[in-house]
T-cell receptor, first 109, second 114 residues
Framework: QKEVEQNSGPLSVPEGAIASLNCTYS??????FFWYRQYSGKSPELIMF????GDKEDGRFTAQLNKASQYVSLLIRDSQPSDSATYLC?????????FGTGTSLTVIP | EAEVAQSPRYKITEKSQAVAFWCDPI?????LYWYRQILGQGPELLVQ????????DSQLPKDRFSAERLKGVDSTLKIQPAELGDSAMYLC????????????FGPGTRLTVL
């Protein structure tokens, strides 16, 4: 069973702070890694993907991947109340995507 | 911007009735996925198509669920008969071939079985 683990939270940060979301995965053969944001009652929205070790930055978001440790993270700088949502980590292995249960983030004004 | 289309957005039905959901992927996307998401959990893959062929349906409850993608474009997911435990969000996603095969989700169908 290929597993993707996330801390369910809730994670609360003050507005303007850095939010750090973490994800670990069990399958060493995993190829690509994705972060989705999901607002309550809505479908997942892609934030970014990463497939090489290291950091990838897109605006206020930075994804970090460490394949040796089987660990991927998402940093949100200058957090805004509109960032309050559930963040899903997804891992692609073979032809299939595996999702974590998501981390609930609340940004406090 | 191209999007995945789904209908209906909401469906309320009584148990033992039949329901059907429709999905139209982003144009040119060969891979189509149907997921079920229960509140507080991550999406669970029900079925994956590559063009018109089923690639993975190992988690599809085949006694009551069926899915088809006859022409390799749009797809239908059916439940017959619906059970109380089927209440969930049904998500369709599509992706193109490539290194990352990034998935894009449609708006989902919220199913409530009474």
């Amino acid at each position: 069973q290929k597993e993707v683990e996330q801390n369910s939270g809730p994670l609360s940060v003050p507005e303007g702070a850095i939010a750090s979301l973490n994800c670990t995965y069990s399958d060493r053969g995993s190829q690509s890694f994705f972060w989705y944001r999901q607002y309550s009652g809505k479908s997942p929205e892609l934030i970014m993907f990463i497939y090489s070790n290291g950091d990838k930055e897109d605006g206020r978001f930075t994804a970090q991947l460490n394949k040796a440790s089987q660990y991927v993270s998402l940093l949100i700088r200058d957090s805004q109340p509109s960032d309050s949502a559930t963040y899903l980590c997804a891992v692609k292995g073979g032809n299939q995507f595996y999702f974590g249960t998501g981390t609930s983030l609340t940004v406090i004004p | 911007e191209a999007e995945v289309a789904q209908s209906p957005r909401y469906k309320i039905t009584e148990k033992s009735q039949a329901v059907a959901f429709w999905c139209d992927p982003i144009s040119g996307h060969a891979t189509l996925y149907w997921y079920r998401q229960i509140l507080g959990q991550g999406p669970e893959l029900l079925v994956q198509f590559q063009d018109e062929s089923v690639v993975d349906d190992s988690q599809l409850p085949k006694d009551r669920f069926s899915a088809e993608r006859l022409k390799g474009v749009d797809s239908t997911l059916k439940i017959q008969p619906a059970e109380l435990g089927d209440s969930a969000m049904y998500l369709c996603a599509s992706s193109s071939r490539g290194l990352t095969d990034t998935q894009y989700f449609g708006p989902g169908t919220r199913l409530t079985v009474l």
